[in-house]
């Protein structure tokens, strides 16, 4: 998970009826939340809030980071919207279809929050575990994150663990300085189109080593 830098938002939202449903919203596929999801996913270089895989139109939903059904007036409150995969199925249920309505508060951790990116360990065996040596609180809410977004599925373990053995295998035993620029570049900065490759911080994690 990577700290998402919140963008201005659509003024779109700013106009919409107080007491809409957001399922009619998103029903009628509305021109405002047409350029809500492209600015969010622009704003995620296009990538899941939740588990960096790759997103577009088609394959994302818009989250309320705070659910509806606890604070309905943060319904159209731009800082409160990401944009997820709509991953998998049955026991690879992931991120936003996974989540459902298991939100707790004090143990939720906000993308837009700094301090979330750093609760996360990345294993080369495609696991994310919390980070050594987190206080308490720290290693309740990774756990708990890792829980209700069930990161840890055989599917995401399988898509980071190939991940990092490619790159790892790029990269050879003891890779110079030319090739360490060169990955970083494709991994961790965007291209042309402002998209990052997916699984930045599997990335990230793998070149800090």
């Known amino acids: 998970m990577r700290t998402i830098i919140k963008d201005q ?3 779109c939202l700013d106009h919409q009826p107080a007491c809409q449903d957001w399922d009619d919203f998103n029903r009628n596929q509305s021109a405002c939340y047409r350029q809500v999801g492209e600015v969010l996913r622009k704003e995620q270089a296009y990538l ?10 088609d394959k994302s939903l818009i989250e309320h980071l705070v659910p509806r ?3 309905p007036r943060l319904i159209y409150d731009y800082s409160n919207l990401a944009v997820s995969c709509n991953g998998g199925a049955d026991a690879n249920r992931h991120c936003g279809h996974y989540r459902g309505n298991g939100y707790d508060a004090a143990r939720f ?8 990116a750093r609760l996360f360990r990345y294993l080369s065996d495609g696991s994310v575990i919390p980070v050594n040596g987190l206080d308490g609180n720290g290693q309740a809410k990774a756990n708990y994150m890792i829980e209700l977004l069930n990161l840890n599925c ?8 190939s991940h990092a053995q490619g790159l790892i295998g790029t990269l050879g035993e003891a890779p110079d300085d030319e090739i360490l620029q060169w ?3 494709c991994y961790l900065r965007p291209d042309a189109n402002g998209a990052l490759h997916e699984f930045f911080s599997v990335s990230r994690e793998v070149l800090a080593r």
């Open 9 to 11: 938002h659509p003024l």
């Open 48 to 57: 899941c809030c939740c588990c960096d895989s790759k997103i577009d139109k």
């Open 69 to 71: 059904s606890i604070k």
């Open 109 to 116: 951790s906000s993308p837009h929050d700094p301090a979330t």
């Open 154 to 161: 055989p599917l995401l373990k399988g898509r980071r663990h």
């Open 183 to 185: 990955a970083g570049d």
